[in-house]
């Protein structure tokens, strides 16, 4: 007997700088989930006309804007490649990857799994 499975592919991968769609930020991915794993809270937090859905890959970003650094939790739908070639300027950034090279990070060996 087969059994189907409908698995997702991560668009994105550790180590690439992304934008997001409509807010004026970028970040570097650190960590994928495949599909939500927030809090309900949070995902109902978010205004319904832009609520993301649930069933995608959510992503993990060391983020920044003009104005500060944080960490960002964004639906797949939401983010494009960053094209800028420029590094972010998260101050975490040296701790989880090695280097930036040819517009993306590159972990750290002790940050991998």
């Given at each position: ?110 940050a991998t799994h």
């Amino acid at each position: 007997m087969l059994v189907s499975m409908d698995v997702r592919i991560a668009k994105f991968s550790l180590g690439q700088v992304v934008k997001h769609r409509v807010f004026p930020f970028r970040g570097v991915i650190y960590d994928v989930d495949p599909e939500f794993a927030n809090t309900e809270a949070w995902w109902l937090s978010i205004p319904e006309g832009v609520r993301p859905a649930k069933d995608q890959p959510f992503y993990h970003l060391l983020a920044e804007n003009e104005q500060n650094c944080y960490v960002a939790y964004v639906s797949e739908q939401n983010l494009l490649l960053d094209d800028s070639g420029e590094p972010v300027g998260h101050p975490s950034a040296g701790e989880l990857f090695a280097q930036f090279r040819d517009g993306e990070y590159r972990l750290r060996q002790h940050a991998t799994h």
